[in-house]
Protein backbone atom coordinates (compact mmCIF):
# COMPACT_ATOMS: atom_id res chain seq x y z
CA UNK A 1 0.00 0.00 0.00
CA UNK A 2 1.19 3.63 -1.03
CA UNK A 3 2.06 5.83 1.92
CA UNK A 4 0.24 8.84 1.75
CA UNK A 5 2.31 10.58 4.50
CA UNK A 6 4.99 10.50 2.52
CA UNK A 7 6.29 13.84 0.23
CA UNK A 8 9.38 14.09 -1.56
CA UNK A 9 8.28 16.72 -4.18
CA UNK A 10 6.82 19.70 -4.27
CA UNK A 11 5.30 21.98 -7.32
CA UNK A 12 4.15 25.73 -7.48
CA UNK A 13 2.83 26.95 -10.20
CA UNK A 14 2.19 30.96 -9.92
CA UNK A 15 -0.06 32.00 -13.45
CA UNK A 16 1.33 35.71 -14.31
CA UNK A 17 -0.58 38.20 -17.12
CA UNK A 18 1.12 41.52 -16.80
CA UNK A 19 2.84 41.53 -13.39
CA UNK A 20 5.47 43.20 -13.41
CA UNK A 21 4.65 45.55 -10.53
CA UNK A 22 3.38 42.75 -8.39
CA UNK A 23 5.45 39.68 -9.01
CA UNK A 24 8.62 41.13 -7.20
CA UNK A 25 6.57 40.67 -3.86
CA UNK A 26 5.20 37.86 -5.11
CA UNK A 27 8.53 36.12 -5.41
CA UNK A 28 9.93 37.84 -2.57
CA UNK A 29 7.36 35.82 -0.40
CA UNK A 30 7.91 32.91 -2.30
CA UNK A 31 11.50 32.61 -1.57
CA UNK A 32 11.25 32.83 1.96
CA UNK A 33 8.43 30.24 2.12
CA UNK A 34 10.80 28.03 0.37
CA UNK A 35 13.48 28.60 2.69
CA UNK A 36 11.16 27.42 5.51
CA UNK A 37 11.12 24.14 4.24
CA UNK A 38 13.17 21.51 5.89
CA UNK A 39 12.96 17.67 6.96
CA UNK A 40 10.11 17.04 9.48
CA UNK A 41 9.63 13.92 11.69
CA UNK A 42 12.90 12.69 10.57
CA UNK A 43 12.19 13.14 6.61
CA UNK A 44 13.99 14.34 4.45
CA UNK A 45 13.40 17.63 2.65
CA UNK A 46 11.55 17.96 -0.68
CA UNK A 47 12.89 18.74 -3.40
CA UNK A 48 10.85 22.15 -4.73
CA UNK A 49 9.74 23.29 -8.60
CA UNK A 50 8.41 26.74 -9.08
CA UNK A 51 6.92 27.99 -12.39
CA UNK A 52 5.87 31.04 -12.85
CA UNK A 53 3.53 30.97 -16.29
CA UNK A 54 3.53 33.89 -18.30
CA UNK A 55 -0.04 34.00 -19.95
CA UNK A 56 -0.31 36.48 -22.85
CA UNK A 57 2.17 38.89 -21.14
CA UNK A 58 2.91 42.16 -22.95
CA UNK A 59 4.63 44.19 -20.32
CA UNK A 60 7.93 43.36 -18.22
CA UNK A 61 6.82 40.37 -16.37
CA UNK A 62 9.10 37.84 -18.00
CA UNK A 63 12.18 40.50 -17.06
CA UNK A 64 11.06 40.18 -13.69
CA UNK A 65 11.22 36.54 -13.75
CA UNK A 66 14.36 36.15 -15.05
CA UNK A 67 15.89 38.43 -12.13
CA UNK A 68 14.84 35.25 -9.76
CA UNK A 69 17.14 32.46 -10.65
CA UNK A 70 15.81 30.33 -8.60
CA UNK A 71 12.44 30.26 -10.52
CA UNK A 72 11.49 29.03 -13.85
CA UNK A 73 8.65 30.76 -16.48
CA UNK A 74 6.99 29.59 -19.46
CA UNK A 75 4.39 31.31 -22.05
CA UNK A 76 1.27 30.47 -22.68
CA UNK A 77 -1.33 32.05 -24.88
CA UNK A 78 -4.23 30.61 -24.10
CA UNK A 79 -5.52 33.60 -22.04
CA UNK A 80 -7.27 31.94 -19.64
CA UNK A 81 -6.12 31.58 -15.55
CA UNK A 82 -7.08 27.79 -15.95
CA UNK A 83 -4.82 26.86 -19.17
CA UNK A 84 -2.06 28.63 -17.22
CA UNK A 85 -2.36 26.61 -14.00
CA UNK A 86 -2.93 23.45 -16.15
CA UNK A 87 0.09 24.32 -18.39
CA UNK A 88 2.50 24.91 -15.37
CA UNK A 89 1.76 21.79 -13.30
CA UNK A 90 2.18 19.60 -16.95
CA UNK A 91 5.02 21.29 -16.93
CA UNK A 92 6.60 20.84 -14.03
CA UNK A 93 5.23 16.76 -14.05
CA UNK A 94 5.90 16.54 -17.57
CA UNK A 95 4.70 12.54 -17.65
CA UNK A 96 1.61 10.17 -16.10
CA UNK A 97 4.18 8.74 -13.96
CA UNK A 98 5.08 12.16 -12.31
CA UNK A 99 1.58 12.77 -10.76
CA UNK A 100 2.11 10.35 -7.56
CA UNK A 101 0.93 9.99 -3.48
CA UNK A 102 4.51 11.14 -2.86
CA UNK A 103 4.54 14.75 -5.47
CA UNK A 104 2.45 18.07 -3.70
CA UNK A 105 1.34 20.03 -6.03
CA UNK A 106 0.65 24.14 -4.41
CA UNK A 107 -0.31 26.64 -6.29
CA UNK A 108 -0.76 30.94 -6.32
CA UNK A 109 -0.88 34.09 -7.84
CA UNK A 110 1.35 36.63 -9.34
CA UNK A 111 -0.46 39.30 -7.34
CA UNK A 112 -0.40 37.64 -4.04
CA UNK A 113 2.24 37.17 -1.07
CA UNK A 114 2.36 33.48 0.62
CA UNK A 115 3.13 33.71 4.29
CA UNK A 116 6.76 31.85 4.79
CA UNK A 117 5.26 29.09 6.53
CA UNK A 118 2.69 28.47 3.40
CA UNK A 119 4.89 25.49 2.46
CA UNK A 120 5.82 24.16 5.77
CA UNK A 121 1.84 24.14 7.02
CA UNK A 122 0.86 21.98 3.38
CA UNK A 123 3.91 19.87 3.74
CA UNK A 124 2.70 18.94 7.48
CA UNK A 125 -0.79 18.33 6.70
CA UNK A 126 0.37 16.15 3.25
CA UNK A 127 2.48 14.05 5.44
CA UNK A 128 -0.55 13.82 7.91
CA UNK A 129 -2.05 12.25 4.82
CA UNK A 130 -4.18 15.06 3.76
CA UNK A 131 -4.82 15.24 0.03
CA UNK A 132 -6.08 18.38 0.03
CA UNK A 133 -5.77 21.82 1.48
CA UNK A 134 -7.45 24.78 1.12
CA UNK A 135 -6.24 27.64 2.57
CA UNK A 136 -7.72 31.52 3.11
CA UNK A 137 -6.44 34.90 1.26
CA UNK A 138 -6.53 38.39 2.93
CA UNK A 139 -6.79 41.57 0.59
CA UNK A 140 -4.19 43.90 0.61
CA UNK A 141 -3.98 47.97 1.04
CA UNK A 142 -5.73 48.31 -1.96
CA UNK A 143 -8.95 47.65 -1.01
CA UNK A 144 -10.46 51.14 0.36
CA UNK A 145 -11.45 51.24 4.02
CA UNK A 146 -15.09 51.07 3.17
CA UNK A 147 -14.80 47.84 0.95
CA UNK A 148 -11.94 46.10 3.29
CA UNK A 149 -15.05 46.53 6.10
CA UNK A 150 -17.60 44.90 4.27
CA UNK A 151 -14.94 42.11 3.08
CA UNK A 152 -14.11 41.30 7.11
CA UNK A 153 -17.98 41.28 7.65
CA UNK A 154 -18.91 38.79 5.53
CA UNK A 155 -15.54 36.81 5.75
CA UNK A 156 -14.87 34.13 8.76
CA UNK A 157 -11.06 33.35 8.24
CA UNK A 158 -11.18 30.45 10.70
CA UNK A 159 -10.08 26.78 10.37
CA UNK A 160 -13.14 25.03 8.53
CA UNK A 161 -13.53 28.29 6.53
CA UNK A 162 -16.16 28.03 3.42
CA UNK A 163 -13.47 29.23 0.98
CA UNK A 164 -11.84 28.21 -2.49
CA UNK A 165 -9.10 29.98 -3.79
CA UNK A 166 -6.65 29.17 -6.31
CA UNK A 167 -4.29 31.65 -4.75
CA UNK A 168 -4.02 29.19 -1.88
CA UNK A 169 -4.35 26.04 -2.67
CA UNK A 170 -2.75 22.38 -2.14
CA UNK A 171 -3.56 18.85 -3.97
CA UNK A 172 -2.21 15.81 -3.70
CA UNK A 173 -0.64 14.97 -7.27
CA UNK A 174 -2.27 11.91 -7.86
CA UNK A 175 -5.86 12.79 -6.87
CA UNK A 176 -5.02 16.35 -8.88
CA UNK A 177 -4.93 14.10 -11.86
CA UNK A 178 -7.88 11.71 -11.16
CA UNK A 179 -10.01 14.89 -10.64
CA UNK A 180 -8.99 16.11 -14.25
CA UNK A 181 -6.90 18.53 -13.11
CA UNK A 182 -7.42 22.13 -14.01
CA UNK A 183 -10.20 22.87 -16.59
CA UNK A 184 -9.12 25.33 -19.32
CA UNK A 185 -11.42 27.96 -18.31
CA UNK A 186 -10.91 31.66 -17.45
CA UNK A 187 -12.70 31.34 -13.64
CA UNK A 188 -13.75 29.21 -11.32
CA UNK A 189 -11.02 26.64 -12.39
CA UNK A 190 -9.98 26.48 -8.57
CA UNK A 191 -13.97 25.78 -7.38
CA UNK A 192 -14.42 22.96 -10.11
CA UNK A 193 -11.32 21.47 -9.34
CA UNK A 194 -12.31 20.91 -5.94
CA UNK A 195 -15.72 19.93 -6.53
CA UNK A 196 -13.97 16.84 -8.53
CA UNK A 197 -12.02 15.94 -5.56
CA UNK A 198 -14.73 16.43 -3.18
CA UNK A 199 -16.36 13.70 -5.36
CA UNK A 200 -13.16 11.60 -5.18
CA UNK A 201 -14.08 11.83 -1.33
CA UNK A 202 -10.58 12.90 -0.43
CA UNK A 203 -8.97 13.73 2.84
CA UNK A 204 -9.25 17.85 3.11
CA UNK A 205 -8.90 20.73 5.73
CA UNK A 206 -9.28 24.05 5.23
CA UNK A 207 -7.46 26.40 7.05
CA UNK A 208 -6.44 30.00 8.21
CA UNK A 209 -3.01 29.21 9.03
CA UNK A 210 -1.57 30.31 5.75
CA UNK A 211 -3.53 33.44 4.42
CA UNK A 212 -2.43 34.63 1.35
CA UNK A 213 -2.47 38.67 0.88
CA UNK A 214 -3.85 39.41 -2.13
CA UNK A 215 -4.27 42.11 -4.71
CA UNK A 216 -6.95 44.65 -2.97
CA UNK A 217 -7.48 45.84 -6.91
CA UNK A 218 -10.81 46.22 -8.34
CA UNK A 219 -9.42 46.37 -11.83
CA UNK A 220 -7.79 42.44 -12.61
CA UNK A 221 -6.75 40.60 -14.97
CA UNK A 222 -9.43 37.93 -15.07
CA UNK A 223 -12.80 39.45 -15.79
CA UNK A 224 -15.16 36.82 -13.05
CA UNK A 225 -11.98 36.49 -10.85
CA UNK A 226 -11.24 37.95 -7.24
CA UNK A 227 -11.18 41.58 -8.64
CA UNK A 228 -14.88 41.27 -10.37
CA UNK A 229 -15.70 39.71 -6.44
CA UNK A 230 -14.49 42.63 -4.63
CA UNK A 231 -16.16 44.82 -7.46
CA UNK A 232 -19.61 43.38 -7.50
CA UNK A 233 -19.40 43.70 -3.27
CA UNK A 234 -18.80 47.33 -3.38
CA UNK A 235 -21.00 47.65 -6.07
CA UNK A 236 -24.10 45.98 -4.31
CA UNK A 237 -23.20 48.48 -1.41
CA UNK A 238 -24.19 51.08 -3.13
CA UNK A 239 -27.21 50.10 -3.86
CA UNK A 240 -27.84 49.46 -0.04
CA UNK A 241 -27.26 45.87 -0.51
CA UNK A 242 -24.44 43.51 -0.17
CA UNK A 243 -23.78 40.11 -1.76
CA UNK A 244 -23.69 36.88 0.96
CA UNK A 245 -20.58 35.06 1.93
CA UNK A 246 -19.09 33.95 -0.94
CA UNK A 247 -18.25 30.16 -0.21
CA UNK A 248 -16.39 30.18 -3.09
CA UNK A 249 -14.10 33.04 -5.26
CA UNK A 250 -11.16 32.94 -7.36
Known amino acids: MTDRGSIDKIVVVVPARNEENLLPRCLAAMTAAVGEVGGVDGQGTPTIDVVVVLDRCSDGTGEVVADWPAFSSISTTGGAVG?????????????????????????????????????????AFARNSMDLVLGTVIPDDGLSDGDRKR??????????????????????????RQAGEFARVDAREDVRLVSALRGLRVKEIRTELIPVLTSGRL???TPAGFAGYLRDLAAEAQVGGGPGVADTCS
Not at 92 to 119: M, R, Y
Not at 151 to 171: C, I, K, P, S, Y
Open 151 to 176: WDAQHRLVEGHTHVHGANLGVRADRY
Open 83 to 123: VARRAGVRHLLPSLNHFTSTTWIATTDADSAVPPNWLTVQL
Open 219 to 221: AGR
